[in-house]
């Protein structure tokens, strides 16, 4: 139980378009769903928590206008790359949580964003 | 801030052989402990957790004791297998800080286990 999936798995694009990568919790519904961004030999840095019905609450630094996050149901959450450019080129992780803070979140598998 | 410090990799083992990957953290409140593993095409999965000093969480044959003295939780199995191999994460969640919700995550380190 407790699958999150992700989609696509990699992309490319080119410079200036927008591109929306979608989160799924296929087995349960996710109260909050975190946004997170990889750089090669870097950290997981959190982007963005949503709760379901609710605006996103956006780490510092991050762009809201640029990194649209629509959690439109308790399974589906959606990040929007806006006008994209190389240095967004990146892997986006996602991960849901059902419940409290006590509870764990559930990690999706990742998206590939190549910018050209 | 709060920040997390673990080991450099890739950590090139053979198999039964004893592992520790260390981690390190900062924290401004009390924080608790994660370690998640990333298998190969795979989203990161909860290994173990500890919540307070002195604890220590187990799962699968691995093992991190939360040292709150050294400000430490370090991962450590006694003989691993091809199949651990992965990257392992170290993260914290502090309660005062981000009530909670918030991982703060170590950049990883790679376990290869060769037979």
């Known amino acids: 139980g407790a699958v999150v999936s992700q989609h696509p798995s990699w992309v490319i694009c080119k410079s200036g378009t927008s591109v929306k990568i979608e989160c799924r919790s296929l087995?349960?519904?996710?109260?909050?769903m975190f946004w997170y961004r990889q750089f090669p030999k870097q950290s997981l840095m959190l982007m963005a928590t949503?709760?379901?019905?609710?605006?996103?609450?956006?780490e510092q630094g991050v762009e809201k206008d640029k990194f649209l996050i629509n959690h439109a149901s308790l399974t589906l959450s959606t990040l929007t790359v806006t006008s994209a450019h190389p240095e967004d080129s990146s892997f986006y992780i996602c991960?849901?949580?059902?419940?409290?803070?006590?509870?764990?979140?559930?990690f999706g598998p990742g998206t590939r964003l190549t910018v050209t | 801030g709060d920040s997390v410090t673990q080991m450099e990799g890739p950590v090139t083992l053979s198999e039964e052989a004893f592992l520790t990957i260390n981690c390190t953290y900062t924290?401004?409140?009390?924080?608790?402990l994660f370690w998640y593993v990333q298998y190969p095409g795979e989203g990161l999965q909860l290994l173990l957790k500890?919540?307070?000093?002195?604890d220590k969480g187990s799962n699968k044959g691995f093992e991190a004791t939360y040292r709150k003295e050294t400000t430490s939780f370090h991962l450590e199995k006694g003989s691993v297998q091809v199949s651990d191999s992965a990257v392992y994460f170290c993260?914290?969640?502090?309660?005062?800080?981000?009530?909670?919700?918030?991982?703060?995550f170590g950049t990883g380190t790679q376990l290869k286990v060769e037979l």
């Open positions: 991960s849901a949580r059902y419940g409290g803070s006590l509870n764990e979140q559930y």
């Open positions: 087995d349960f519904q996710a109260t909050t």
């Open positions: 949503s709760n379901e019905g609710s605006k996103a609450t956006y």
């Open positions: 924290a401004t409140g009390y924080p608790s």
């Open positions: 500890a919540t307070k000093a002195d």
């Open positions: 993260a914290l969640s502090d309660r005062l800080t981000g009530g909670g919700n918030k991982l703060t």
